[in-house]
């Protein structure tokens, strides 16, 4: 791991083993991954389970660096402070291995998750594409339409950047009433993406409701597929919502990487306030 | 609940306290859910536990009657023959509740499943539609064009009907190559929808990849969202695979009720042998 931000707030620290079986981390949960309202955004606590449940599956066998599937249930509201961990095996196999993982803080759980490791660098087959990656001009000829916005508490859009081709309407105050954008993003300081981050990528820009006028949005349950290890630099992310249904919505990120490959499908049930 | 094959054949029995919290439960898994190859589907196995999710739920508090996210990690094979289930709650809120259930066969987890529950009826809020209920002429003016399809062990394929637009690819031994069908589907013995039924109506039919020439396919994870209770009657759906990239797969599965409204979907990954 590196000194970069993602890497440092995400660090668990082992505690030893669970009475349940499995064992017990610590982690601190900073104010720099803040979503409007203040609170921890959904998608860092996850990045901080994701880096508990690779070194549980790592104590039980070597082979399964990536993760594979991640599917996290948010149950109350993160908040800056510490918070333990309870990461545990479930199987292990030869291919895949699963573990499950609760986040608490002050004794309560605030999230769970259960996710699948493999080694993708492994994975060969079949290989057949029926749609394509987003068609953005280069992230240079791109504008920085957010950069500018400050919102007070949204300490998260510090962390990233973002290039669309052209201002999205709800950054100039005018939704276009389509939920769906498409832009370049990457870590502002630098940090390479791999798939350990990515199911937090998902889950950390503007909602694609955004563009409908909702300006807030809780995920419900979010559910990453890892399809490739990304290659460095920009990437091109695809979001879309296709039906708001009494509130809820589903959304779709997909994101690829800087030589086109696709990287991650991301689905989550969220629902306005 | 009825006498109908699929209530019958996913039915709990409370066993009593688990020593680690929640509730075991017995069930029996039969062979009239079988998928290509023997085993048990996926979404078969998956409805046995929102039956005892939905009944711990229950036991904690009124008011969440409806599965609203669903997702299962199918760890290994599930057979014809007894099954032990451990049912916990994780958290019951006052809209939505949330619990975590295990399948177990000969000692041997099988399938490990963290749901919300909530009230589907009593949801209200902003609905906006982005895309529409798939195009099918209706149910008596399509085509059985697979019912007389006979497959050794393939037994799923005796509990539901569906009728097509015109017989797809696959069912006449010539892959489209185009990885996408749409069809009405119901339970055979005449069973309406609910939404307890859906997690496992998302996983019952043949996947999008026949029309690849591929039959047959290994569900990793799969996530449902509930989105409205149905209507009696003939259930439209669309399945689509988007992205096969070594071997790994999505499969994105929507399912609209007799009226026009969208009911579930579903999201899989799956991995072709």
């Known amino acids: 791991m590196t000194g970069h931000e993602y890497d440092v707030d995400t660090a668990v620290e082992l505690l030893g083993d669970h009475p349940a079986g499995g064992r017990r981390y610590a982690a601190t949960v900073t104010d720099r991954w803040s979503a409007l309202g203040g609170g921890a955004n959904g998608g860092y606590l996850l990045g901080i389970c994701v880096r508990a449940l690779r070194d549980e599956v790592a104590r039980h066998a070597d082979g399964h660096p990536d993760p594979l599937v991640v599917s996290a249930f948010f149950l109350r509201r993160g908040v800056a402070g510490p918070a333990e961990l309870h990461a545990e ?27 699948n490791f493999a080694d ?80 937090s990528i998902v889950d950390a820009a503007a909602p694609a409701v955004v563009e409908l006028g909702e300006y807030a949005s809780s995920t419900i349950e979010l559910t990453t597929h890892l399809r490739a290890r990304p290659a460095p630099g920009w990437l091109a992310c695809r979001v879309r919502t296709s039906y708001l249904i009494d509130g809820y ?14 990287v991650a499908q991301g689905r989550q049930l969220a629902l306005l306030p």
């Open 89 to 115: 095996a479930v199987r292990v196999g030869r291919r895949i291995a699963t573990a499950e993982a609760r986040l608490t803080q002050a004794g309560k759980e605030t999230v769970r998750v259960v996710a």
């Open 120 to 199: 993708l660098g492994a994975a060969s087959g079949r290989t057949e594409m029926f749609a394509e990656a987003p068609k953005l001009p280069a992230p240079e000829d791109c504008v920085d339409a957010t950069g500018g916005l400050s919102i007070p508490g949204l300490t998260i859009a510090d962390r990233f950047e973002y290039r669309f081709a052209e201002p999205p309407g709800w950054s100039r105050g005018a939704p276009s009433g389509s939920p769906r954008m498409e832009f370049w993003a990457r870590f502002k300081d630098g940090r390479e993406p791999d798939t350990l981050c990515l199911p």
């Open 249 to 262: 919505h589903e959304e779709d990120f997909e994101v690829w990487d800087s030589k086109g490959a696709l």
